[in-house]
């Protein structure tokens, strides 16, 4: 069983758990959870996720499948993302497409893949393997990046529309990531989000970034940006309204202060798509 979700979201932090237990009536739509943070069984993030659970629909979020990475997929972890997928009855489940470690050593962080015919090979299987063992479509992030490879064979964008013809996977687009991406390497975020297949994206993540010119770096600890909800405004104009939400994983301001800049990012939504004539839901 699934959860219906829609409009818009946060991430749930633990700084915030208190406003949701106490004053469960937020004006928030959904929440997004970070799943690694429910995996291990009992003790106060799992009471407070079920507290929470009750008041509000959720979806996850994980960091560490690896789905790129030359490792075997840990069958362990997949069985845990399960358990708690029965508990909570997210809206969906998500990760990146990255890779986070080689020979079971995890670096803790979201690298790139090389943009080739033969990384799509060894993706298929893997995200088949994802899918039949939870049982439902996995859902795949772009990530921020800073570096490419000689190797590349395509854009990212094509490599992603590729990937999600194969596997029938879904997406996560996040359009800071894109906007990221676009200014580090020289591409116009915009032939980005044309490319992008609309059908398969069923959620938007919005973040603040910092920028040093030469060099732009995904932060997580900044409000948005206006040049990132511009790109977001267009983003809806080309695909229609998705479920969105803000991320926040430093200098974590007072809810209340998360969900006046989710009221902007509202405002920016019904904006681009009353341009669009677009209906506000998808």
Same mark, same amino acid.
């Given at each position: 069983?699934?959860?219906?979700?829609?409009?818009?979201?946060?991430?749930?932090?633990?700084?915030?758990?208190?406003?949701?237990?106490?004053?469960?009536?937020?004006?928030?739509?959904?929440?997004?959870? $970070?799943?690694e943070?429910?995996?291990?069984?009992?003790?106060?993030?799992?009471?407070?996720?079920?507290?929470?659970?009750?008041?509000?629909?959720?979806?996850?979020?994980?960091?560490?499948?690896?789905?790129?990475?030359?490792?075997?997929?840990?069958?362990?972890?997949?069985?845990?993302?399960?358990?708690?997928?029965?508990?909570?009855?997210?809206?969906?489940?998500?990760?990146h497409?990255c890779?986070?470690?080689?020979?079971?050593?995890?670096?803790?962080?979201?690298?790139?893949?090389?943009?080739?015919?033969?990384?799509?090979?060894?993706?298929?299987?893997?995200?088949?393997?994802?899918?039949?063992?939870?049982?439902?479509?996995?859902?795949?992030?772009?990530?921020?990046?800073?570096?490419?490879y000689?190797?590349?064979?395509?854009?990212?964008?094509?490599?992603?529309?590729?990937?999600?013809?194969?596997?029938?996977?879904?997406?996560?687009?996040d359009?800071?990531?894109?906007?990221?991406?676009?200014r580090?390497?020289?591409?116009?975020?915009?032939?980005?989000?044309?490319?992008?297949?609309?059908?398969?994206?069923v959620? $938007?993540?919005?973040?603040?970034?910092?920028?040093?010119?030469?060099?732009? $770096?995904?932060?997580?600890?900044?409000?948005?940006?206006?040049?990132?909800?511009?790109?977001?405004?267009?983003?809806?104009?080309?695909?229609?309204?998705?479920?969105?939400? $803000?991320?926040?994983?430093d200098?974590?301001?007072?809810?209340?202060?998360?969900?006046?800049?989710?009221?902007?990012v509202?405002?920016?939504?019904?904006?681009?798509?009353?341009?669009?004539?677009?209906?506000?839901?998808?």
């Amino acid at each position: 069983m699934t959860t219906r979700i829609e409009g818009f979201g946060l991430g749930l932090r633990v700084d915030h758990y208190a406003d949701f237990v106490e004053r469960p009536a937020q004006p928030v739509d959904w929440l997004e959870i $970070i799943s690694e943070n429910y995996l291990v069984p009992g003790g106060k993030p799992l009471d407070f996720l079920d507290r929470i659970r009750a008041d509000h629909p959720m979806v996850m979020h994980g960091v560490s499948l690896s789905i790129g990475s030359t490792d075997p997929l840990d069958r362990d972890y997949l069985d845990a993302l399960k358990a708690l997928a029965r508990r909570i009855e997210p809206g969906w489940l998500s990760d990146h497409l990255c890779w986070t470690g080689v020979d079971h050593a995890n670096l803790h962080d979201l690298l790139p893949l090389p943009y080739t015919a033969a990384a799509l090979a060894h993706l298929e299987p893997r995200v088949a393997q994802v899918q039949d063992h939870l049982g439902r479509p996995l859902v795949l992030e772009n990530v921020s990046s800073y570096v490419s490879y000689a190797a590349d064979e395509m854009r990212e964008w094509e490599f992603i529309a590729e990937l999600v013809r194969r596997t029938g996977c879904q997406l996560l687009l996040d359009v800071n990531n894109v906007y990221v991406s676009a200014r580090n390497h020289g591409f116009d975020a915009r032939e980005f989000i044309d490319a992008m297949p609309a059908d398969a994206v069923v959620q $938007i993540h919005l973040a603040g970034h910092e920028d040093h010119g030469d060099i732009v $770096i995904d932060t997580h600890d900044h409000p948005v940006r206006d040049e990132v909800l511009a790109l977001y405004g267009y983003t809806l104009q080309r695909i229609g309204m998705r479920p969105t939400m $803000i991320e926040r994983d430093d200098r974590i301001p007072p809810l209340a202060e998360l969900l006046g800049e989710l009221d902007s990012v509202r405002a920016v939504a019904a904006q681009a798509l009353a341009d669009a004539g677009e209906p506000a839901w998808a």
